[in-house]
């Protein structure tokens, strides 16, 4: 078994081992599309003999770590045979992977798992949560007068390509989990729409809410048509909803409800911080169920700790060890606060013990090291894991709309 960046004359044996490995048919009218959303000299394919059987690859990312910033390689398009499954082409795959984002300088990798079992052996931690949301139409009301006075305008895609991009960098800053989209990604995911990706519904609808003419909040969403018994029962498939503001997102809530003939509004990736709990007459008229969204995989201890800000004033020792790489392992003092924070190796006593994977549920504070350690995942003194989770606890939730 052999791993190695590829070159464009691997790339039909690429995309047959995805198309065998996910159960999808790449039409050729895509097949440019699919190519311009990657970086080509980040994918990489196993071989077995002249035979390409498995594939992955990374994104080029900044992540938002609480209070700062940290480069992210996005692992991606993991896929392997169904002959060859259950061989270690993944391992093979993941060890070549983690090497190539920790030779570019970055500090963490992260993915979005199909499964859930899968990567915790290689060192990924469930850094981000989200809501799948459903709501019933007909039972949802608001129960104040709106949080703002702004409007809300469709958009079609040329004009969304004028405005998205420059909303999001507005929100991207000062929210943990959000990633860098760069040009490809607007371009071959957000805008691109081929039929096949409809499910049956519309087009991509932009739905952007303003105020005095500044854009504050957008949703896409489609609508699919159905009519049941002579009742109109459509339903609003939303993706994530992007606010810079509790009144942008309530606003576009408001909006999803509001669209006649609709039974049902679907919302799949919602914000576990979103006020739609908090602004409705019955909250209990919300159905959500919750979600591992993106995982994290902490590569350089000291450089990942240092590249966020802390809510309090104080200095831990960390053990980490990493079983599977082994390049994240060892003690660690972080002296860390609300101005910026310092890591680096130490010989003291450790206050906490845990493994790398743990470190990234803990890094973007979507888990807190006592609930971690509830469960027996983190080991320490109550009064440490008290410590570690007022330093590294944070105001908002990380979240990621970003699924790559
Ligand atoms: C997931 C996938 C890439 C695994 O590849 P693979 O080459 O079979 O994996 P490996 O042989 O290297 O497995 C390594 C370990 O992970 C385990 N594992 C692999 N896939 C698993 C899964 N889906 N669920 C649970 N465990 C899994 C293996 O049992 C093995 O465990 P062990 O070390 O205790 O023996 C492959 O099954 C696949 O292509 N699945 C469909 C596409 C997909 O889901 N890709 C992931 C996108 S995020």
Known sequence: MKVR??????????????????GFELKDE???????????????????????VGTGGAFTFDLTTPGGVVGCGGTTVIAVMP?????????????????????????VAALWASEAPIYGRFGYGVATRYFRTKLNRN??????TPLGDGSV??????????????????????????????????NEVHFHDPPEWRDGGTPKRFALYEEDGEALGYVTYRQHEKWDAGLPANRVAAGPMHALTPAAEEALWRYLVGIDLVATIESWNTDPNSVLPGTVADSRRIEQTISDGMWVRILDVPAALAARR????????LDVSDPFRGSAAGRFALEGGPEGSTCEPVSDQPDIRLDVRELGSTYLAGFSFSELGRAGLVEGTPEALRTADLMFGWHLQPWCPEVF
């Open 5 to 22: 960046i590829i070159d464009e004359s691997d790339m039909d044996g690429f995309i047959a081992v995805m198309e065998h490995a996910f």
């Open 153 to 186: 305008r469709i958009l079609g895609a040329e004009g969304a390509r004028g405005v998205l991009p420059e909303l999001y960098e507005r929100i991207r800053p000062e929210r943990p989990g959000f990633l860098t989209r760069g040009e490809a990604r607007w």
């Open 139 to 144: 039972r949802v009301s608001f129960s104040r």
């Open 83 to 107: 002959t060859h499954r259950r061989r270690g082409v993944l391992t093979e795959m993941m060890r070549f992977h983690l090497d190539e984002v920790a030779e570019r300088g970055e500090p």
């Open 310 to 317: 802390y809510q309090i004033e104080g200095r831990l020792v």
């Open 30 to 52: 895509n097949r440019q599309h699919f190519i311009d959303e990657f970086e080509l000299d980040r994918l990489l394919a196993a071989f077995d003999g002249d035979q390409l």
